[in-house]
């Protein structure tokens, strides 16, 4: 897919306000951890993540997705009428039903012709959002679009200690340490034709990239219903085999980061500079060193906000342009691989 009439005109986001350390995490896994003579500590040294934040008990992901969709139509100078389209792109929604977009929407002040949806697509749901409006302005459907995603990792967090300090088991240990890095917070992702807002506001050409997959490996990582279906009285659990998608996931990278270099035709010097979706340290290091990538390029944001899902990459990507990270000129590659197996590779000329 390549591109050539569409640009991230702003970003935005919001934390969540309570910071919680592997520390605490672990002090709360004492019953395991005394069972099987681990000491404080182990969640760090496995992952690397030294926090991540939670929101309150009492909240929506609706309403901080409105948050930051609303900061990055006020940094772009853009109308919330102006948009064609908005889409929710979250793991986590609200409920089944309605979409969770309609309640964003209704709390940003859309017009009544804007599209409205959900997209899902596990942790690489905002990228592939951005896809679904880089297609619509490229073909000229509307002028502008606005991503936006929430996630919250409290609930599921909460749940997996229970069971990690029921079972005592290292084994169990294994399957469910992947989720004690999930960390909760907001991002939205405004993308135009570039005829619209403030024209003194820098715009990020979105090339193009590639989508590849490997799914055959779906099964890795699951989040839903510990019975099959959607039984009433099933609890929510999740399981990761953790190790085969660091495997899968590094083969399936550099077979889609080969595919992306042919498609742009990148010399050896480039990408400028990457940002990932946040998983922990040892996916950071496995991925780059098989691409062979200088981590200088990178820019993380897992050692304090953990893996957020969907928003891991945006935010990730709008922290880094606050700090000075990228410059005008830099060829800028979003990456992630998401349970499915699924991957994308996309370009951004900053």
């Known amino acids: 897919m390549k591109y050539d009439k569409v640009f991230i005109e702003s970003f935005g986001y919001e934390l969540a306000p309570h910071i919680v350390t592997s520390l605490e995490i672990d002090e709360r896994l004492a019953p395991f951890f005394e069972a099987v003579g681990f000491m404080p500590g182990q969640l760090e040294a496995l992952t690397g993540i030294r926090e991540r934040r939670f929101w309150d008990d009492d909240h929506t992901l609706a309403e901080h997705a409105a948050v930051a969709g609303k ?33 964003v929407a209704d709390k940003i002040g859309v017009g009544p012709r804007t599209h409205v949806y959900d997209v899902k697509s596990a942790c690489l ?13 490229q073909l000229g459907h509307i002028k502008a679009g606005l991503v936006v995603s929430c996630e919250s990792a409290r609930q599921i967090v909460d749940a997996t200690i229970e069971e990690i300090n029921t079972h005592k088991s290292i084994d169990f240990y ?22 619209l807002g403030k024209s003194s506001t820098p715009r990020h050409a979105v090339k193009g990239g590639v989508v590849n997959n490997a799914i055959r490996h779906w099964a890795l990582c699951s ?6 279906g959607m039984p ?5 659990i999740m399981r990761t085999n953790a190790q085969k998608v660091l495997d899968h996931g590094t083969e399936l990278v550099i077979e889609t980061y080969e595919l992306f270099r042919k498609e742009f035709n990148l010399p050896a010097d480039k990408p400028d500079k990457i940002v990932g ?28 906000l953990g893996n957020v899902g969907s928003v891991s990459l945006p935010i990730s990507a709008a922290i880094a342009d606050e700090r000075g990270f990228f410059v005008p000129g830099d060829f800028v590659a979003f990456v992630g691989v998401g349970s499915g197996l699924n991957c994308y590779f996309m ?4």
């Not at 905002?126 to 302005?137: D, R, S």
């Not at 989040?223 to 099959?228: L, Q």
């Not at 009433?232 to 929510?236: E, I, L």
């Not at 991925?287 to 820019?299: H, L, N, T, V």
């Open 174 to 195: 294994r399957e469910a340490v992947a989720t004690m890095t999930g960390g909760s917070g907001a991002a939205a992702i405004l993308l135009t034709d570039g005829t």
């Open 125 to 137: 749901g905002m990228i592939t959002g951005m896809v679904h409006m880089a297609n619509e302005i």
């Open 277 to 304: 979706h946040q998983v922990g340290e040892g996916h950071h290091h496995k991925f780059y060193s098989a691409m062979k990538i200088d981590r200088k390029k990178d820019f993380s944001t897992f050692p304090f």
């Open 71 to 103: 900061r990055a139509l006020d940094e772009a100078g853009i109308s919330p009428k102006e948009l064609g389209a908005l889409c929710f792109c979250g793991v986590c929604q609200d409920g089944f039903e309605p979409a969770t977009s309609c309640a």
């Open 347 to 350: 370009g951004v000329e900053w």
């Open 223 to 228: 989040w839903g219903f510990e019975d099959k």
């Open 232 to 236: 009433t009285d099933s609890r929510v």
